[in-house]
C-alpha cells in the first residue's frame, strides 16, 4: 500500500555542506591543529582545512572571524600553489565575499583589481582552466560593479 511522505510545513533550510558531513567548528579547528601539527601550515591539506572553517564561519555569520582565515588560506594557497590555482583562486573569492560581507568594499575592490591585472584569462590552450580562470575574472568585475565587462 501507497502511503505519501508527510509534507512539512515549515521546512528547516538546508544545511550548509560542510555541517552536513559532521562539520563544526569545534571540529574543524581542531583538522587544522592536527594537519598543521603532522603536515605544516602550508601544506595544502592544512590551507583546505584553513578554507574549510573560513566558509563554515562566514556562513554562519561569523564573518569578522572568518576574514583572518580566509586570508590565510589564501596567502597560502597563492604561495604553495601558485597564484592562478585554481584552489588559490577560490580561497580568494571567499575572502572577497567576506571582506563584502564586513563592509570592507574599498579592501575587496583592491584586491580584485590586483587580481584581474595578475590573472590571465586564458592559462593554456584547452587546459581545462580556461573557463575557471574567464569565471573568477568575471566574478571580481561584477563585484566591482563592471558588470558590462563581465
Same mark, same amino acid.
Given at each position: 500500500?501507497?502511503?505519501?511522505?508527510?509534507?512539512?510545513?515549515?521546512?528547516?533550510?538546508?544545511?550548509?555542506?560542510?555541517? *552536513? !558531513?559532521?562539520? *563544526?567548528?569545534?571540529?574543524?579547528?581542531?583538522?587544522?591543529?592536527?594537519?598543521?601539527? !603532522?603536515?605544516?601550515?602550508?601544506?595544502?591539506? +592544512?590551507?583546505?582545512?584553513?578554507?574549510?572553517?573560513?566558509?563554515?564561519? *562566514?556562513?554562519?555569520?561569523?564573518?569578522?572571524?572568518?576574514?583572518?582565515?580566509?586570508?590565510?588560506?589564501?596567502?597560502?594557497?597563492?604561495?604553495?600553489?601558485?597564484? +592562478?590555482?585554481?584552489?588559490?583562486?577560490?580561497?580568494?573569492?571567499?575572502?572577497?565575499? %567576506?571582506?563584502?560581507?564586513?563592509?570592507?568594499?574599498?579592501?575587496?575592490?583592491?584586491?580584485?583589481?590586483?587580481? %584581474?591585472?595578475? +590573472?590571465?584569462? %586564458?592559462?593554456?590552450?584547452?587546459?581545462?582552466?580556461?573557463?575557471?580562470?574567464?569565471?573568477?575574472?568575471?566574478?571580481?568585475?561584477?563585484?566591482?560593479?563592471?558588470?558590462?565587462?563581465?
Amino acid at each position: 500500500n501507497f502511503k505519501p511522505a508527510p509534507v512539512l510545513l515549515n521546512p528547516s533550510p538546508p544545511a550548509s555542506p560542510l555541517a *552536513s !558531513r559532521g562539520g *563544526s567548528e569545534s571540529k574543524l579547528t581542531q583538522d587544522i591543529a592536527s594537519k598543521k601539527a !603532522r603536515l605544516g601550515p602550508l601544506h595544502p591539506e +592544512t590551507l583546505r582545512a584553513t578554507h574549510d572553517l573560513a566558509v563554515f564561519l *562566514s556562513e554562519a555569520g561569523k564573518a569578522a572571524v572568518a576574514e583572518p582565515l580566509a586570508r590565510r588560506a589564501w596567502c597560502g594557497r597563492a604561495a604553495k600553489l601558485g597564484p +592562478t590555482h585554481e584552489d588559490t583562486l577560490v580561497s580568494f573569492r571567499e575572502l572577497v565575499t %567576506i571582506l563584502n560581507e564586513l563592509g570592507q568594499n574599498h579592501e575587496a575592490e583592491q584586491l580584485s583589481k590586483c587580481a %584581474i591585472e595578475g +590573472t590571465p584569462a %586564458i592559462v593554456e590552450p584547452d587546459d581545462g582552466k580556461n573557463l575557471d580562470s574567464l569565471e573568477n575574472q568575471a566574478f571580481l568585475l561584477e563585484g566591482l560593479g563592471r558588470v558590462d565587462e563581465a
